[in-house]
């Protein structure tokens, strides 16, 4: 079955610099979500998409932005990086979560940004 | 707000004895309830889920998972570990009839010895 795809696998930048995540969802999943997961820590919720339009965020910084498109991919803008911003990057997705019902969230690979 | 407590962070078995992970959930509504798996240097992979259709939740790889209410825990157990069984476990939350975002517990690493 296809599964969440997540690029680049490992991104290697230096202070300052931007950096651009890409998720491509599972099919027929409209619901993508993005967490960060910092050395030895658990993921944390950092934005979600539905439709092309944020539906929640959590601890995102200001320096970061994202955004879902037409197909349904989503991409996290990451500008002015620093070394703490070093982690492991997970994209989710699931279908329309807004029926009442769970619906579940798959998980991508992750991408690892190192920020020298 | 709603979280999870996991009771240790690392767990160590022998293989072949009993695997206990220990979650506690704080909500104000009952939530649901999900444990994910995270081998070394891969993403996340879900075990099992409650979602109120039965308090015991049997999920891949042979784990299963007890939601009580009364003592606000979702345990997780296999009766008999593998080695490959060694990973990062973490109990998370979703709240019912909010935005559907994932709030993870602190992981517990379960390392099992021959």
């Known amino acids: 079955a296809a599964g969440v795809i997540q690029s680049p696998r490992h991104l290697i930048k230096e202070k300052r610099e931007t950096a651009t995540l890409k998720c491509y969802p599972i099919p027929r999943h409209d619901t993508v979500y993005w967490y960060q997961q910092g050395p030895g820590q658990d993921p944390q919720f950092l934005i979600s998409?539905?439709?092309?339009?944020?539906?929640d965020k959590g601890s995102i910084p200001d320096r970061f932005s994202a955004q879902q498109f037409s197909d349904y991919h989503s991409e996290l803008n990451m500008s002015s990086l620093e070394l703490g911003d070093s982690a492991l990057y997970f994209c989710a997705s699931s279908r329309d979560y807004r029926t009442g019902k769970e619906d579940t969230q798959y998980f991508g690979p992750g991408t690892r940004l190192t920020v020298l | 707000a709603q979280s999870v407590t996991q009771l240790g962070s690392h767990v160590s078995v022998s293989e072949g004895a009993l695997v206990l992970l220990r979650c506690n959930y704080s909500s104000s509504v009952p939530p649901y309830l999900f444990w994910y798996v995270q081998y070394p240097n891969q993403g996340l992979q879900l075990l099992l889920k409650?979602?109120?259709?039965?308090?015991l939740v049997k999920g891949i790889n042979g784990f299963e998972a007890e939601f009580k209410k009364s003592e606000t825990s979702f345990h997780l157990t296999k009766p008999s570990a593998h080695m490959s069984d060694a990973a990062e476990y973490f109990c998370v939350v979703s709240e019912i009839g909010g935005y559907n975002k994932l709030i993870f517990g602190a992981g517990t690493r379960l390392a099992v010895h021959p």
């Open positions: 409650y979602t109120s259709a039965a308090t």
């Open positions: 998409f539905y439709e092309k339009m944020q539906s």
